[in-house]
């Protein structure tokens, strides 16, 4: 009886959480419920008869990766796991992102204030800096979006002609607690979530310098299944759980500067807390169906 009052709260929390969200447009709103819930792929199926096709994006094959990169064998990892690894960027296109961003104005913790990177030295409250939309203004990053094969699997992978709902550079640093503790910062940062961006949606990622365990590397589950009802209801887990659960399914990824990869995030992952002075870059492109912020 206990857990079925807990479950009735949850859903309860759920409705009411996603449709009186005045932050979302009530379309976005309906589709973060649907998207919440086992109606999912049901809701999306109906959508996609109605919904109006997108232009087809302009590609290009540009040489901008190490490797070669393998469409067929990005898709059959998504497919496996949610991710593929191993998207890396020539060390050049990555210096030149990094010289670019040295002039835009970065958002300090999700506020209104806003920072130059390299001002980050005079301030000891900053755990988070973003970049909005850098492949607007910045050319390799458009380019990256754009790249044929990427983007082939994108398609394949969303059953739809995808769009580029938006890009951002976040730049993560140690938060510690009053009591000088390593911990997760307000607004569960570096807590395992998943995300809801799109009925079906996937995120690009590559790290803008070198991420090992004390820099706060990406952690992905991997998943090749659907979530169960109470995976819905659960949009964010603790460490505790993640283990309890999940522990032979937790991936952390370290790499080098311009290492990459592409991912499923509508299941759990986070981006960890940095250690002892470190910090972690990373570049992230999401691609989906629909931007939802632009319908009216």
Not at 196 to 224: A, E, T
Request: aromatic residues 14%; hydrophobic residues 35%; proline residues 3%.
């Amino acid at each position: 009886m206990q857990m079925n009052k807990f479950m009735i709260f949850k859903i309860l929390q759920l409705v009411f959480g996603e449709l009186f969200n005045s932050n979302n447009k009530f379309s976005k709103r309906l589709m973060r419920l649907f998207c919440r819930t086992p109606l999912k792929d049901f809701v999306y199926k109906f959508y996609k008869i109605f919904k109006k096709k997108n232009p087809v994006l302009k590609t290009n094959n540009n040489d901008l990766f190490i490797n070669n990169l393998d469409y067929q064998k990005i898709l059959n990892n998504l497919h496996k796991s949610g991710i593929c690894e191993n998207i890396n960027l020539k060390q050049s296109i990555v210096d030149n992102i990094l010289l670019k961003i040295k002039d835009k104005k970065f958002q300090i913790n999700r506020t209104k204030q806003n920072i130059y990177l390299d001002e980050k030295k005079n301030f000891r409250n900053i755990y988070l800096l973003r970049l909005f939309n850098p492949h607007k203004t910045i050319e390799e990053i458009d380019q990256i979006a754009h790249n044929n094969t990427l983007l082939a699997s994108v398609r394949e992978y969303i059953n739809f002609e995808p769009i580029i709902l938006s890009s951002q550079i976040w730049w993560t640093f140690p938060y510690y607690d009053q009591f000088g503790i390593s911990n997760n910062p307000p607004g569960n940062e570096f807590g395992f979530h998943y995300d809801v961006d799109d009925f079906k949606f996937l995120k690009l990622f590559f790290y803008l310098n070198d991420v090992n365990s004390n820099s706060g590397p990406h952690v992905y589950i991997k998943n090749h299944k659907k979530k169960n009802f109470k995976e819905y209801l659960n949009r964010r887990i603790t460490d505790d759980e993640a283990n309890k659960y999940y522990k032979e399914n937790i991936h952390t990824i370290l790499g080098k500067c311009g290492n990459g990869f592409i991912e499923d995030t509508s299941f759990y992952h986070k981006g960890s807390n940095p250690k002892n002075n470190h910090s972690r870059g990373i570049l992230q492109i999401v691609y989906g169906i629909n931007n939802w912020d632009d319908l009216s």
